[in-house]
């Protein structure tokens, strides 16, 4: 029961973007980047993409960008199967029961764990209560009704987690550039060294067979081994 007062107490707002999250000055740059198809056509990048290659990140900014990216992922997060099936539970109160024996149902409700697994709780929720409200439903639902009512939505959120993932990876990289790994000096005279010295034995050997001298061969061998 606890779960079910958690469910319909819980504030949906499925249709509420994650433009709130940032400031001003990303929310043109984060409609746009909701709109962009990620593909590049003949070598021409789209609007998105040319915008952000000019765009310089503030650290507050960046800040605000980390902010989004997180909560953008905790609204794509999956329902677990335990929300999934206090979910239907409930809905199915509202329709005449499925008349199955207890094998069959089993199998029934794994494909409905299925087929809404990768949802998250909040838009099944808001997809179980329009179905409910809609008159026109005498029945339960199959999965598929309750999907096509949130898929716009659960579409825009996987849109802001792109971009937001390109914006972030692009504020970061002007910030917080990654380190160039530094290599000692006498580490590389030394490796340049041995390079050196394998490719002096295999030239020297090579003139020495071409001019016919054999003892050159079994003295190369050893200097290697």
């Avoid at 819980?10 to 001003?24: D, R, V």
């Avoid at 009704?145 to 987690?161: H, N, P, Q, Y």
């Avoid at 090579?206 to 003295?219: I, R, S």
């Amino acid at each position: 029961m606890s779960k079910i007062v958690q469910f319909k107490n819980q504030e949906l707002k499925p249709w509420e973007g994650m433009t709130q999250c940032l400031p001003a000055s990303l929310k043109p740059l984060m409609e746009l980047g909701k709109t962009d198809s990620g593909i590049i056509r003949k070598g021409v990048y789209s609007q998105f993409e040319s915008w952000l290659s000019q765009k310089t990140f503030s650290r507050e900014e960046l800040s605000a960008l980390e902010c989004a990216r997180s909560e953008a992922d905790k609204r794509l997060k999956p329902a677990k199967i335990e929300e999934i099936g206090v979910l239907l539970g409930r809905l199915s109160l509202h329709y005449a029961p499925i008349t199955a024996d207890e094998n069959k149902m089993r199998l029934i409700m794994e494909d409905y764990f299925e087929d809404l697994g990768g949802i998250p709780a909040d838009l099944l929720q808001y997809a179980c209560k329009q179905y409910r409200q809609n008159h026109e439903n005498q029945y339960f639902p199959k999965a598929s009704a309750l999907l096509k009512l949130v898929k716009e939505a659960f579409s825009d959120r996987k849109k802001e987690m792109r971009a937001i993932d390109k914006m972030l990876h692009t504020a970061q990289l002007q910030i917080s550039p990654p380190a160039i790994p530094q290599i000692s000096s006498s580490s590389f005279h030394l490796k340049e060294a041995k390079n050196e010295g394998t490719i002096d034995v295999f030239q020297r050997l090579a003139v020495e067979l071409a001019n016919g001298n054999k003892t050159a061969e079994a003295k190369a061998h050893v200097r290697l081994s």
